[in-house]
């Protein structure tokens, strides 16, 4: 696979690349030497860029599947990557970066975000992490910072912000999840807000092409919609098997056949409870009355008499509802 630079960075990545969400704890929960398995089995068929995430919970699987490669090499012949945290202060910041390095053995990270910036004024009350940030790469422990967001106002913001290197955003042809303001934003405004990041030298990479599982049916029409967007890099995908990678890769390599549509019968709906901010909107919206609240005011499915009929997903304003 043909690597492109992520910007201006010096940190080249392949077109398709892994989220290991997928293969924690609030997932698929694979026990350590699977995940490490998988994310080496990744490497070897090409791929070389890893997204991570201190809520994640998954460094131990980055740590387990990158033994006995050289990651001090040129960032041309390793893999790259990539970890971001919610936090707000300068300290929990510094908290967060020695942890990663720590967890994961690395001498360095290459790319760390501020996880998830919503709307204004989030970035102005993260001013604390973000200082942290500039100051850690500048010390030579990250080589590139930025942020991962849903928002496009975000998206557009970060454009005009010098020491941002990376924008990390949500897009998916369907505009799942996609935000602007207090509402929904479309997918043209926020390839409208890729391409002005792309265009003063910022590096981009795409997350939730398949909108949180939902667009995975439409496997190629999903893919080649973010490809076709000027200014991405790469499309980071959450992975669990390793049937996914190899589609995966043949789909980078223009290989797999236009009509692959994976088989999505057995993926169910959930709710992810680190996201979900109990506004009550997909209680309302499902016509099974399949989700309720648990104990702590998160709502929650009953997969008992859930459709899996996707209803749900599109109306959670925080993407916190998910199909795999
Ligand atoms: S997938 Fe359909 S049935 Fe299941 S929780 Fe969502 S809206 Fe309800
Ligand atoms: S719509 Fe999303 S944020 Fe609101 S209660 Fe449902 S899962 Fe939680």
Redesign the pocket.
């Known amino acids: 696979m043909k690597k492109k630079e992520l910007g201006n960075t010096g940190l080249y990545v392949t077109p398709v690349s892994f989220g290991v969400l997928t293969v924690g704890n609030t997932q698929l929960d694979l026990p350590l030497e699977e995940g490490a398995a998988l994310i080496r089995y990744a490497i070897n068929k090409g791929i070389n860029f890893f997204d991570t995430a201190q809520y994640y919970e998954t460094y131990p699987y980055l740590k387990e599947g990158l033994k006995g490669i050289n990651m001090q090499a040129s960032p041309l012949k390793r893999p790259i990557i990539c970890t971001k945290s919610l936090c707000l202060t300068y300290e929990e910041m510094e908290y967060a970066i020695e942890e990663s390095l720590r967890e994961m053995s690395l001498d360095a990270i290459d790319i760390f975000l501020l996880h998830e910036v919503r709307q204004d004024p989030d970035f102005e009350l993260r001013k604390g992490a973000w200082q942290c940030l500039i100051d850690y790469k500048a010390a030579g422990a990250i080589r590139a910072i930025g942020v991962s967001t849903h928002h496009v106002d975000v998206a557009e913001k970060m454009a005009c912000i010098p020491e941002c290197d990376i924008l990390f955003p949500l897009i998916n042809y369907a505009s799942l999840g996609i935000r602007k303001g207090d509402g929904e934003g479309s997918c043209e405004e926020m390839a409208a807000a890729i391409k002005k990041n792309a265009d003063v030298g910022k590096g981009v990479f795409a997350m939730k092409a398949f909108g949180g599982g939902n667009l995975t049916g439409s496997y190629i029409k999903a893919l080649d919609y973010v490809s076709s967007i000027e200014g991405i890099s790469s499309i980071m995908v959450g992975i669990g098997k390793k049937e996914e990678i190899d589609r995966l890769v043949e789909y980078a390599q223009g290989i797999l056949s236009k009509d692959y549509a994976p088989d999505v019968t057995k993926k169910r709906?959930h709710i992810d409870p680190g996201d979900c901010e109990g506004c009550g909107t997909?209680l309302t919206?499902?016509?099974?009355k399949?989700?309720f609240w648990n104990k702590r005011g998160i709502a929650e499915?009953d997969h008992g008499?859930?459709?899996?009929?996707?209803?749900?997903?599109p109306v959670c304003p925080v993407r916190a509802?998910i199909m795999w």
Do not use: D, Q
Not at 285 to 288: A, Q
Not at 305 to 313: F, K, R, S, V
């Open positions: 709906i997909c919206r499902c016509p099974n399949a989700i499915v008499i859930c459709l899996t009929c996707g209803y749900c997903a509802i």
